[in-house]
């Protein structure tokens, strides 16, 4: 199963902290809006994103569709099949993608521990 491009959402309490702290560990602002709360940062492979005030705990993100640098792969599984696959395995999901519709859309499912899982496509 390709679940696509990964990065960890981080729920910050004071994103100019966190900002500050991950360009010590060697992360470049990649995209994202300060002034709206969020920022997307990355160090080589590696991506994080910063949130505040948009959700209470951390959340592991698979983008479907996106490379790590969120171009948009040629090929790829939609979230709308991931989902279909999930559910037939048994995996009981928190939000589901409308089956009907097509281009972005997400769902969210839990994994054992509590850790909230977003399968969010935006192509």
Do not use: C
């Amino acid at each position: 199963m390709e679940l696509g491009a990964f990065s960890v959402s981080l729920a910050v309490k004071d994103i100019e902290a966190s900002k500050q702290f991950y360009q010590k560990l060697g992360f470049t602002v990649f995209g994202g809006d300060q002034a709206h709360n969020w920022l997307i940062m990355k160090n080589g492979e590696h991506v994080i994103g910063l949130f505040q005030g948009m959700f209470e705990q951390n959340i592991l993100t698979f983008n479907p569709g996106w490379n790590q640098n969120a171009q948009k792969l040629d090929a790829f599984t939609d979230v709308r099949e991931l989902q279909k696959q999930l559910k037939a395995q048994g995996v009981a999901l928190v939000s589901e993608a409308d089956e009907n519709s097509t281009g972005p859309a997400s769902f969210i499912l839990m994994d054992p521990d509590g850790n909230p899982i977003l399968v969010d496509q935006h192509v």
